[in-house]
């Protein structure tokens, strides 16, 4: 194998001998892992990598994609803007991707696939956080709905206009299949090989499992700590969830009257720990008594094999309960709920009625679709765009269009 490469000085081309991978990067991986070679490809093929594991490449397309970036700038739970230490859609998007790793190595399964799919897993989320996605949803119910785990796939399959010869990341089916969680039956008929699993009542890889459960350990408690900052939870609600009171009355004993901060820290810690090796000790567990020979094995299981101990999966029930109740629908979230929402419907209706007010290439393509498709088509086109703000964009665009103003004094 070669290729050319330029001098720096005088930038004339020769030719360089590439030597592949002299060894295999994923040689000491569980059989019953995704193993890049197995891999059912992409809908482009492409040459293999030579320093790269296939889904290295693809961990590195969704690091260096527009969408990845803007998720800066995309509300958590709270608001992005509100405060500088409060995560964002970007640091919980690391967040989940550190956990996943960790479960990853542990189990011997795939770190660089659980790393691609936990980095590309919120990509289509909209501004605004959940509030935004519902008014969304919301706005195109009459148009085919929306959902954030199919605007994800939609973003790396057909949004991201980077590569010359297709459309979109072109990743892997492996990386594709774990960044759709969830999906409806009437739109898997519709996204084909990828969305099969939920027609055929068959399971992911264990990587695409285990990311799935590592976005939830990294959010529960994450909002566990942004909560307590905020002052909208207190320690003394929290102190009635075992899977806090534990760890919270270990740092005590250990430390005694720490500051509040380290104290919470400490506790928050703990608790993604004993989350984490929790879900590592089960599934290691369930692995060795199933025994599935390959991948295939796996995706024919009755039910995912990446599991928390029952004891485990109850704790964390309550703290998910916990906090629906007493953070989600906070009054103060609540307000920040219903203004996202009147952001979102001025944005789609205006865009609806005048999709020349689109930026130029957008519009076009709204147009193309509307001839193709019918109104359903330009709604997607809209709601594309809209999913793809960031919470300061979407603002600052209904103050130039004049549609909503903020509340005065609102967090928005
Ligand atoms: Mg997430």
């Not at 770190?111 to 935004?132: C, K, R, S, V, W």
């Amino acid at each position: 194998m070669s290729t050319r490469v330029r001098c720096a000085c005088c930038w004339s081309s020769f030719p360089v001998a590439l030597e592949p991978f002299p060894f295999d990067p994923e040689a000491n991986l569980a059989p019953y892992a995704a193993h890049s070679r197995n891999s059912h490809g992409r809908q482009h093929p492409e040459p293999t990598p030579p320093y790269r594991t296939e889904f290295q490449r693809d961990r590195d397309r969704i690091v260096h994609c527009g969408a990845f970036r803007r998720l800066e700038y995309k509300t958590q739970v709270f608001v992005n803007h509100v405060g500088d230490m409060y995560r964002t859609r970007l640091t919980h998007t690391l967040e989940v991707a550190q956990i996943a790793r960790s479960i990853a190595r542990a189990l011997r399964l795939n770190e660089d696939l659980a790393e691609a799919i936990a980095l590309a897993h919120d990509l289509g989320h909209t501004p605004f956080g959940h509030a935004g996605q519902d008014a969304l949803n919301a706005c195109m119910r009459p148009y085919g709905g929306f959902e954030h785990n199919r605007q994800s796939l939609r973003v790396v399959d057909t949004l991201e206009a980077r590569y010359a010869e297709f459309d979109g990341l072109n990743l892997c089916f492996e990386t594709r299949e774990g960044i759709l969680k969830h999906c409806a039956i009437a739109h898997a008929r519709e996204l084909g090989s990828v969305a099969a699993r939920f027609l055929n009542n068959q399971q992911p890889s264990l990587e695409a499992q285990l990311t799935n459960l590592a976005d939830e350990i990294a959010y529960n408690n994450h909002d566990v700590d942004d909560g307590l900052r905020a002052g909208l939870i207190s320690v003394d609600q929290l102190q009635q969830l075992d899977l806090f009171a534990a760890p919270y009355r270990a740092v005590t004993a250990q430390y005694g009257a720490l500051p509040p901060r380290r104290h919470i820290a400490e506790t928050v810690r703990r608790m993604i720990n004993a989350q984490v090796c929790d879900l590592i000790e089960t599934s290691a567990a369930r692995l060795a008594s199933v025994a599935p020979p390959d991948l295939d094995a796996v995706r024919a299981q009755p039910a995912p094999l990446i599991a928390y101990s029952e004891a485990m999966a109850a704790q964390n029930l309550a703290l998910k309960r916990f906090l629906y109740r007493a953070l989600y629908r906070h009054p103060q979230v609540d307000a920040m709920t219903d203004e996202a929402r009147r952001f979102i419907q001025a944005l789609f209706t205006h865009f609806m009625a005048h999709p020349e007010a689109l930026p130029a290439e957008t519009a076009k393509k709204a147009q193309n679709l509307l001839s193709q498709q019918g109104i359903r088509g330009q709604a997607r086109t809209v709601a594309d765009h809209i999913a793809g703000m960031t919470d300061r964009y979407a603002v600052a665009e209904c103050r130039r269009l004049r549609l909503v103003q903020p509340d005065p004094g609102s967090s928005v």
